[in-house]
């Protein structure tokens, strides 16, 4: 008995010991009253920190935003320098090719596309328009639903149909009254029938059974209202571009009007311009024109851009009965029912549905970056760019992908900035704070000279001196190095102040008494004392940093284009039309600046709580 | 204090004097030639173009070596001549005087609005802690202090200018003709939507400043003694927790003061208010530097003295701090 109590007695003092020196590892606490205080710090810190709900869950939004906006941006890549302006400013939404199942049940006559819409006329003779709309293009008006439609066609953001009596309606954008008949040539057309019609780029025109073309819309810097008198009287044709219409006459000439220049105009071929082929059929894509003879040889032209004169396999040797085109790639279809797509490829437009590989295809149609094909059975399949879920900017590019994009860069400027300025800030401050003396006189003085300078005019005035050479990245970097050289005083000065607390405790003297080299007192021994509240300090200026870089890009000084970055993807919302007007590319990208720097907010706010010795007291 | 006030001063010298060469040397390893901007257009002889570049240039004093520029510009500098705006070909101090004149008018609204609400909501938000009124302003401060203030000001702009249409979107009152009434509400209707945003973008700061000091006091222990004491609540709070938290505020005051004269260069460019935050933007897009160097120089003997400003407004309300 004795023994044991004994054994008893030393093994207690044993895990006692023992536990002394396993500190904050033991499983089970000795003193279970005392639970929380054999946790170590950091374990504390945690433990209080997962308390938090708030807290976690603007952790778990931050990781989230990093996991989408990095992965994101590293599975779709971007071309920082492409364009489509004829998509620009298009507001959030998809279902461009979302065709309605009542068209496709009663049969497919024609289908013309605008930018983001398509109206279509059925075998039943009515007329059906779906997709996004702009200005009114989907609201056909009624009188063309009563009356008896032949023909529709559709510009980038208006449409036209064509009467049985050769009456002409049109509506949708209307800025340069493209989408009115003018007067003139309504009294023209009492002598002359409407036989065609035809929509551009905002402009309009009439092909009248006297061969005569009528074009009325935007047409002053074009000069497309010119009609060439050789072929005006005689066109049996008329195919629209955007700063062209290719005429083919009743001889079978091919004549060009429009702006002059263009490669559609200098590429031509001789042998198709002097008529010596007869041709059958004519589509035109931006700067490309395919024409096909009437024994279905296929012909291409004009500037080598997407791919266009680049042709598929096998469609030399086929018979083309029928071809369509886009903005940037070309249909063919031939006698055998075999479908050809080439050209650009950016919004899958080229690719031939797989269903449509191995069957007949009767009809085809593509406008801008849609295609529409139907098979023998009747069936309408339509691909190509089905919309942006969150609208594009100024240049036709996908707000989504920029946003992406541009959320890489801000968090990494903003990351990368705030990692310069903690190195700097912990460096000097802890220099200046354990040597004290003339260093730190000389330190602090320094940083007072930096912090002197208000921050955003000091920024904006370093990063204006940037406009040089300077590489994309190379600027990138600048702006980064920037924010961290001048944002450091802070904190500096704020770990200074706890290093000359810290100086002062028992262990630094027991450490000096025990003969430890300085630098070893300062970062074995201080350092891990004032690491949390550097980490509180990283974690707010974080979020500072964020909204920093947004306000220096939002007013040109810090990350331009083409690079995206959330702050210059706002640049546009200086214009007070584009505030009002195109309200997705603002409120987004501000959205997006706002939850990141909120989420990394809630997170520093969570770690200041959780270390406030305040927080354990319950 | 006027000893505390001297050695001060006296120790700001050295650090003006670095801010001063760090300026110089800045733009003076700037790209490009601003000479060269200087020379009118339709000169076309070559001849002609460098006399006219070679008299610029001696008039300028930039054939002198950069010591001899620098005591000569900072020398103008320290006599209140500071240089030629190159885009106004006017003085710059005559550049600066409307803009800076519009930029007070601005932050004096500014700043009573925001302390007039963020001192009494941050009070009631300590006492109150946890309450459903703390925990309002609580997450108005998380959010507003993660917002752009861009963003205020364009949702304002979108709202009340372009929506509502009860306010212009920008720029300064131009239909002023001397009567009072008049000219009065025209100022107000071109300074409401800048006011308030920046005062919103205040706000989320200085409520949460407010709070933290308050709290401080609060779980100090002569409260608790004030309240064992038996001392009503509302003595408890307005005799002993207010006075002392008030001193941290008093300091966030005096500070606010010399930001009275600091522009903001991002609200002011949103609203087209001709400020000194826009003129620096300005400045820079037209590369007018001698208006950017006097700017820079102008800030940052600004916030040296608010630094001054602030330890004398903490002696006098804390009698516990000497100033030595």
């Not at chain 1, 605008?114 to 056909?140: F, M, N, P, R």
């Not at chain 1, 040797?317 to 903005?327: H, Y």
């Not at chain 1, 009767?362 to 879920?389: M, P, R, T």
């Amino acid at each position: 008995m004795q023994e044991n109590k004994i054994i008893r007695t030393l093994k207690s003092f044993g895990r006692t010991v023992a536990s002394l020196f396993t500190f904050g590892k033991k499983e089970t606490p000795i003193f279970n009253l005392a639970e929380e205080a054999v946790l170590s710090p950091t374990r504390v810190i945690i433990r209080n920190f997962k308390r938090n709900k708030l807290a976690m869950f603007g952790l778990i939004w931050f990781v989230m935003m990093i996991l989408v906006i990095f992965g994101g941006s590293a599975l779709f890549p971007i071309d920082l320098y492409e364009t489509e302006p004829v998509l620009r400013n298009t507001r959030p939404g998809t279902g461009y090719i979302k065709f309605p199942s009542a068209f496709e049940k009663a049969g497919v006559d024609t289908i013309s596309s605008g930018i983001t819409y398509s109206v279509a006329l059925g075998q039943d003779g009515e007329v059906y328009a779906w997709g996004i709309d702009v200005e009114g293009v989907l609201s056909v008006p009624k009188e063309v639903s009563a009356e008896n439609i032949t023909k529709i066609t559709s510009g980038d953001r208006h449409a036209l149909a064509l009467t049985e009596g050769g009456k002409v309606y049109a509506w949708g954008n209307n800025n340069f009254n493209q989408a009115e008949v003018p007067f003139e040539i309504e009294s023209i057309m009492q002598l002359e029938k409407a036989v065609d019609i035809l929509a551009g780029d905002q402009y309009s025109a009439i092909l009248s059974n006297k061969g005569r073309l009528y074009v009325w819309g935007s047409t002053f810097a074009t000069k497309l209202n010119i009609v060439p008198a050789a072929f005006q009287g005689n066109i049996a044709k008329a195919v629209p571009s955007s700063f062209n219409i290719l005429l083919l006459d009743k001889d079978g000439k091919v004549g060009i009007m429009g702006q002059s220049g263009t490669p559609l105009e200098t590429a031509m071929p001789e042998y198709i311009k002097d008529g010596s082929v007869r041709l059958s059929d004519l589509v035109v894509t931006l700067r490309t024109a395919a024409a096909v003879d009437e024994n279905g040889k296929l012909y291409v032209w004009g500037e080598d851009f997407n791919d266009l004169l680049t042709l598929p396999e096998g469609i030399q040797d086929a018979k083309i009965v029928e071809l369509a085109s886009g903005r940037a790639h070309f249909m063919a279809l031939d006698d055998q029912g075999k479908l050809y797509v080439w050209g650009s490829n950016k919004f899958n437009q080229s690719k031939i549905p797989s269903a449509l590989q191995n069957t007949k295809v009767s009809y085809i149609s593509a406008d801008f970056y849609q295609s529409y094909a139907v098979d023998e059975s009747g069936k309408l399949y339509s691909w190509g760019n089905n919309g942006f879920v969150l609208g594009s900017d100024e240049f036709g590019r996908d707000l989504a992908m920029r946003l992406l994009h541009g959320g890489r860069v801000s968090m990494t400027v903003g990351a990368v900035a705030v990692l310069i300025s903690t190195f700097l800030g912990l460096l000097i401050g802890l220099i200046a704070g354990f040597y004290g003396k003339w260093v730190d006189n000389l330190l602090m003085r320094f940083a007072e000279v930096i912090s002197s300078f208000p921050f955003l005019p000091l920024v904006i005035t370093l990063s204006s001196f940037l406009q040089g050479k300077l590489t994309q990245t190379e600027r990138l970097m600048m702006i980064m190095v920037i924010l961290g050289l001048i944002s450091w005083p802070g904190l500096a000065r704020l770990i200074r102040g706890q290093i000359l607390a810290e100086r002062e405790k028992d262990f630094v003297l027991a450490a000096r008494a025990l003969g430890i080299r300085s630098n070893v007192i300062i970062l074995r021994h201080i350092l891990p004392n004032i690491i949390n509240i550097v980490i509180v300090s990283m974690t707010l200026s974080y979020a500072g940093s964020l909204l920093t870089e947004a306000g220096l890009s939002f007013l040109g000084f810090g990350v331009v284009p083409p690079s995206p970055s959330w702050g210059n993807m706002l640049n546009g919302a200086q214009q007070s039309s584009v505030i009002q007007l195109y309200w997705w590319r603002w409120i987004l990208p501000a959205l997006c600046v706002l939850i990141a720097a909120l989420s990394v907010n809630i997170v520093g706010d969570g770690l200041r709580d959780a270390m406030d010795p305040k927080a354990n007291e319950k | 204090m006027f000893k505390f006030l001297f050695r001060r001063f006296v120790s700001l010298i050295p650090v003006i004097f670095i801010i001063s060469l760090m300026l110089f040397g800045l733009f003076k390893s700037m790209p490009g030639d601003p000479v060269k901007l200087m020379i009118p257009p339709g000169i076309k002889s070559e001849v002609q173009r460098q006399a006219l570049y070679d008299a610029k240039v001696q008039q300028l004093g930039l054939d002198k070596s950069l010591p001899e520029q620098y005591v000569r510009w900072i020398g103008n500098t320290l006599t209140g001549d500071f240089g030629i705006s190159t885009s106004f070909n006017k003085p710059v101090v005559e550049v600066i005087e409307q803009p800076l004149k519009n930029s007070i008018k601005l932050n004096v609204f500014v700043v009573i609005l925001s302390f007039m609400i963020s001192i009494p909501v941050g009070i009631m938000s300590a006492v109150k802690r946890h309450s459903l009124f703390d925990s309002f302003w609580q997450v108005f401060s998380l959010v507003g202090l993660s917002m752009p203030v861009f963003f205020i000001g364009l949702l304002m702009i979108f709202t009340l200018a372009i929506n509502l249409r009860w306010l212009p979107a920008g720029g300064m009152p131009f239909k002023l003709n001397g009567d009072f009434i008049n000219d009065t509400l025209q100022w107000a209707r071109y300074m409401t939507l800048p006011i308030i945003t920046l005062t919103i973008g205040n706000l989320a700061g200085t409520i949460r400043y407010v709070r933290n000091a308050m709290i401080e006091v609060i779980s100090k222990d002569f409260i608790r003694t004030a309240r064992s004491k038996g001392l009503s609540e509302k003595v408890v709070i307005y005799s002993h927790a207010f006075r002392n938290a008030l001193i941290p505020v008093v300091t966030l005051v005096a500070g606010s003061l010399v930001g009275l004269f600091g522009g903001a260069a991002i609200t002011e460019s949103i609203f087209a208010w001709n400020g000194i935050g826009y003129v620096l933007i300005q400045a820079l897009n037209t590369r007018d530097y001698m208006v950017v160097l006097t700017m820079n120089i102008f800030y940052a003997v600004l916030s040296l003295s608010a630094n001054i400003i602030m330890d004398i407004g903490y002696a006098i309300v804390d009698p516990r701090v000497k100033l030595k």
